[in-house]
């Protein structure tokens, strides 16, 4: 799986969008990227994935730039709740199945 | 609808005796994941499981480790003789099937050495 890089923490006002960036660099043409996070004593939470084209859900943005070199996750209105370590994976979709290599990810910290 | 169930959710023992973790899956996940996390680092994969095929058990740190899946449903993971560095939580997770769809994960078992 290529790797990412993430920066290891992040503030962000309430209410306000949270922007988190990752760099995969060295993604393949068949890896997608995937965005998990984690808040303290949980299991990580899946928020969103793509391939491509830029993905919207109930829960985030995610924009992958064109070379598909980085990608930008989107938390839009972010609130206290949101306060959490967020990963940014890449990975083949295979049929083999793929365990996840998690990283140190980035910590938000969503302040009032 | 139900999501990863896992338990016991705590689980303290001496160290030298044998533990089992439980972990239900979605209903309808082919595939199944063990992960563990010790405290402040990353996700650390133990084994998988998809449908009848052989489990993938690459990641297993001992032969102490040992899991299975009956049913292709229901997991344990069986940790035997334990030692003081086998504390952490232990992960579960599954997903619908392979290809591109995430894994869903449980909260884990958080598991206590003395």
């Known amino acids: 799986d290529a790797k990412t890089t993430q920066p290891p923490s992040m503030d962000c006002a309430e209410g306000r969008a949270a922007n988190l960036p990752c760099n995969h660099s060295t993604i393949s043409g068949n890896e997608y990227v995937y965005w998990y996070r984690q808040i303290h004593s949980q299991g990580p939470q899946y928020i969103i994935h793509?391939?491509?084209n830029n993905e919207t859900n109930e829960m985030a943005s995610l924009i992958i730039t064109e070379d598909r070199k980085s990608s930008t996750l989107i938390l839009p209105h972010a609130t206290l709740r949101d306060t959490a370590v967020y990963y940014c994976?890449?990975?083949?979709?295979?049929?083999?199945?793929?365990?996840?290599?998690f990283g140190k990810g980035t910590s938000l910290l969503v302040t009032p | 609808g139900a999501g990863v169930s896992q338990s016991p959710s705590n689980k303290v023992t001496e160290k030298g005796k044998d533990v089992e973790l439980r972990c239900d899956p979605i209903s309808g996940h082919t595939a199944l994941y063990w992960y563990r996390q010790s405290l402040g680092q990353g996700l650390e994969f133990l084994i998988y499981?998809?449908?009848?095929?052989?489990?993938?058990k690459s990641g297993l740190p001992s032969d102490r480790f040992s899991a299975e899946r009956t049913g292709g449903s229901v997991s344990t993971l069986t940790i035997q003789r334990t030692q003081q560095e086998d504390s952490a939580v232990y992960l579960c997770?599954?997903?619908?099937?392979?290809?591109?769809?995430?894994?869903?994960f449980g909260d884990g078992t958080r598991l206590s050495i003395l």
């Open positions: 793509g391939l491509k």
């Open positions: 499981f998809q449908g009848n095929s052989a489990p993938d």
């Open positions: 994976i890449v990975r083949v979709a295979s049929n083999s199945g793929y365990a996840l290599n």
């Open positions: 997770a599954s997903s619908s099937r392979v290809g591109d769809q995430p894994q869903h």
